[in-house]
C-alpha cells in the first residue's frame, strides 16, 4: 500500500526512534536465575559467524515439527499419542526455550543486537505462543471440550498481547516471579508425565467434585492471566513513560477481538470435530 501510494514506509522521526529503540527488561522469575547460568554457559560455544536470527529460527522450527508430530496423532484434541512424540516434544521444547534465551545473549556477544532482531524474536515468540497451548491441549486431551479449548487460546493470547502493550507503555518488559520460564517448564513436565501414565490419565475425575484432572492446567492458566490482566492494568492507569507518553496501542486489538468473537462459529460442524482449526485459523 506504502508503495502503490509512493509514500515512504516510515517517516524520518519513526526512523530515528527506530534506530534508538534499545531492548530492556525488569524483573526475574524464580527459575530464570538459575537457567541464566546455564544459558550464559552455552554461549561461548555458539560460531561467532552464525546469525542470533538463525538460532531463534531454529528453535521455532523444531517447536513447530514437534506439535504438528502430536496433531498428525490427536487432530481431535483428545485421542492417544505415543510416548516417543511426547518425549521428543518436551525436548523440543526444551530447545526452544533455550536457543530463544541465547538468541540475544549471542547478538551482545557478536555486537550485532538491532530493533529488527528483537521484532523478529517476538514473532517467532508469537507464533511459538499458538503451538504451546495446541501442545497443551493434546497432552491432556483437552479436545472433549472443545469451548476450554478456546477460553485456552484467547488465555495466551490475551498474556502474550498484554505483555508487549505493557512494553510498549513503559518501555521494558515486565517478568513476574512465575513467568514464560515457568510455564515452558510445566509444559515439559506434562508431556513427560503423560508419555508415562497417558492421555486418558487426564479424565481421571477428582472425588467430590468430580471435575477431570484435565480441568487443572486451565484453571491455573487463568488465575495467572487473572493476576497478570491486574498488574497490567495497574501500569495502565499511570500512563505511558515513553518519549511520546502514550498508552495507545489498540490496532492490534483487532485480531484480539476478533478471536473473541469466534465462538459463535461454536454453532458450525467445524468446531467441534476439528477444535484445532480455530487456533490456526
Known amino acids: 500500500m506504502f508503495l502503490l501510494s509512493g509514500t515512504d514506509h516510515l517517516s524520518p522521526e519513526q526512523l530515528i526512534n527506530l534506530k534508538e529503540h534499545k531492548y530492556s527488561c525488569r524483573g526475574s522469575s524464580i527459575s530464570e536465575k538459575y537457567f541464566q547460568v546455564f544459558w550464559t554457559s552455552l554461549v561461548p560455544y555458539i560460531p561467532k559467524n552464525v546469525a542470533p536470527n538463525t538460532i531463534t529460527l531454529i528453535g521455532l522450527i523444531l517447536n513447530t515439527l514437534s506439535v504438528l508430530i502430536l496433531l498428525c496423532y490427536s487432530p481431535d484434541l483428545k485421542s492417544n499419542v505415543p510416548s516417543w512424540a ?3 516434544t518436551a525436548i523440543c521444547v526444551f530447545i526452544y526455550q533455550t536457543l530463544d534465551a541465547l538468541d540475544g545473549k549471542h547478538a551482545r556477544q557478536t555486537n550485532t543486537v538491532s530493533p529488527l532482531g528483537e521484532l523478529f524474536d517476538h514473532g517467532c515468540d508469537a507464533v511459538a505462543s499458538v503451538f504451546v497451548p495446541l501442545c497443551l491441549c493434546v497432552t ?10 478456546f477460553i485456552q487460546f484467547f488465555t495466551f493470547l490475551a498474556m502474550f498481547y498484554l505483555a508487549h502493550w505493557q512494553c ?3 518501555g521494558y518488559l515486565e517478568f ?3 513467568d514464560v520460564t515457568e510455564g515452558q517448564i510445566s509444559v515439559m513436565g506434562l508431556l513427560l508425565w503423560t508419555s508415562v501414565f497417558g492421555v486418558e490419565f487426564w479424565s ?6 468430580e471435575m477431570p484432572l484435565k480441568f487443572i492446567p486451565f484453571l491455573v492458566i487463568s488465575a495467572m492471566a487473572l493476576v497478570n490482566i491486574r498488574n497490567f492494568f495497574t501500569v495502565l492507569s499511570q500512563g505511558g513513560a515513553g518519549k511520546a507518553g502514550t498508552t495507545v496501542a489498540v490496532s492490534p486489538l483487532f485480531e484480539c477481538i476478533l478471536a473473541f468473537f469466534a465462538p459463535s462459529n461454536f454453532v458450525l460442524p467445524l468446531l467441534f470435530p476439528n ?3 480455530f487456533e490456526f485459523a
Open 204 to 209: 481421571y475425575r477428582i472425588p467430590l467434585i
Open 86 to 88: 511426547l518425549v521428543t
Open 140 to 149: 491432556v486431551g483437552i479436545g472433549t471440550h472443545p469451548s476450554i479449548v
Open 275 to 277: 477444535p484445532c482449526c
Open 168 to 170: 510498549y507503555i513503559t
Open 176 to 178: 513476574g516471579k512465575i
